[in-house]
């Protein structure tokens, strides 16, 4: 059986970790010999030679910026685009199914899928209408709810990124039995050779003391993140030893500087900034610990599959969505979600046993090649879902 032709389509136009979501996972099918055309306003895809030409470009809608009502007003619109652009992409090279990010008010996948008459995958990575109400950015919600169900009941497939979020969409709209879950992942390629002998110079140029036990946060940073936990936790005398590297920018990083000069801990603190995605690697690799020190109920971050792929132990919430993937005390720590005593203790084992927890972050990455957490693995994973479509019923 020939590998199949995939029509993959979103409707990103920032270059975030969704992006990253994207350009892995058609890689790793590309990878795996399937013939991908991306279907996009702003193409995300790596190797885009055969990337439809409706999506090239997207300089324009990198730079888009508008109020919020007319934002959600053009995504409704978006279906029209959408679908001349599948039918274009779809009558150069017939697909064997539509492969679709989920997206608010996106129905262009579904509605193409089937007037070519071939299956739907839709991947879900957040509850799309619930987020954005929260958010208090819905602004034509009976519309969104509407188009979300009718979306979610009707995928072949719908591929959640964890058992959490699952449950949330079958709420939502979406048949369980057609619903299965395929977590995010990580190229632990990346976190080898080059990387590894590099992370020591990285280490060298933070300037932190020889005995500082570093923990790395990579990300976009916000309030809720609650990184102010671990200002928190620094002030403990068993945690004397402990820096923090913040690899990444946001609202938050600004306020948190300034309380850490407050509480005289500014010289424990390195803020690199936006770390290129090629040398993120090398700067994983050079912490001793990772955290993250919140996390929404449903998702499942890269950062977490980053840091197992490099062995670095990670500290994280104890929450149903992590223990999907941490195990605590064996593959990583888990702390009382918000509470910063508990946070302390968790990262005082680690700071207090360097070879315990250099012991955790292998047993980390062991876990990730034995479950195959890789790109690789979920693109192995989606083909299992479209051949059991092809059998007739779900794998």
């Known amino acids: ?95 064997d199914f539509v492969y679709e990010r989920h997206a608010l008010h996106c129905r262009a996948g579904l509605d193409a899928a089937r007037a070519l008459g071939v299956p739907l995958l839709l991947e879900v990575n957040s509850p799309m209408t619930v987020e954005m109400a929260k958010l208090g950015k819905l602004r034509f919600p009976a519309r969104a709810r509407a188009t979300e169900r009718l979306v979610l009941a009707g995928a072949d497939a719908v591929l959640a990124v964890t058992q959490t979020l699952a449950d949330m969409l079958v709420e939502l709209g979406a048949r369980r039995e057609r619903v299965r879950v395929i977590g995010n992942g990580a190229d632990p390629a990346r976190y080898g050779g080059d990387a590894v002998a590099a992370a020591a110079s990285a280490r060298a140029r933070w300037g932190l003391p020889a005995d500082a036990f570093a923990l790395g946060f990579v990300g976009y940073m916000r309030d809720w993140h609650r990184l102010d936990l671990v200002l928190d936790a620094m002030a403990k005398p068993e945690l004397a030893t402990l820096a923090l590297v913040l690899m990444g920018e946001g609202p938050a990083l600004a306020p948190l500087l300034a309380s850490a000069s407050a509480r005289g801990l500014a010289e424990r603190v390195r803020a690199l900034g936006v770390v290129p995605p090629e040398l993120l690697p090398m700067h994983v690799l050079a912490c001793d610990g990772a955290l993250i020190p919140a996390i929404n109920a449903y998702a499942s ?95």
């Open 1 to 95: 059986m020939s590998a199949p032709r995939v029509l993959y389509h979103h409707r990103i136009r920032a270059d975030d970790g969704q992006a990253v979501h994207v350009r892995e996972m058609i890689a790793a099918l590309r990878a795996s010999g399937c013939a991908v055309d991306e279907c996009a306003l702003v193409r995300k895809g790596r190797g885009d030679a055969d990337a439809s030409a409706a999506g090239a470009g997207g300089g324009f809608w990198h730079k888009l910026s508008l109020p919020r009502t007319a934002v959600e007003a053009l995504e409704i619109l978006y279906n029209r685009r959408g679908r001349v652009m599948l039918r274009a992409a779809a009558a150069q090279q017939r697909p």
């Open 301 to 395: 971050p890269l950062k977490l599959f980053d840091s197992l792929a490099a062995g670095v132990p990670t500290v994280a919430p104890d929450q149903p969505n992590l223990r999907e993937t941490l195990v605590h005390g064996d593959t990583g720590l888990l702390f009382r979600p918000g509470d910063a005593d508990d946070l302390a203790r968790q990262l005082a084992r680690l700071v207090g046993d360097r070879a315990g927890a250099r012991a955790l972050g292998a047993r980390g990455r062991a876990a990730l090649h034995a479950q195959q957490w890789t790109w690789q693995g979920n693109a192995g994973r989606v083909l299992e879902v479209f051949a059991g479509l092809r059998r007739g019923g779900l794998a």
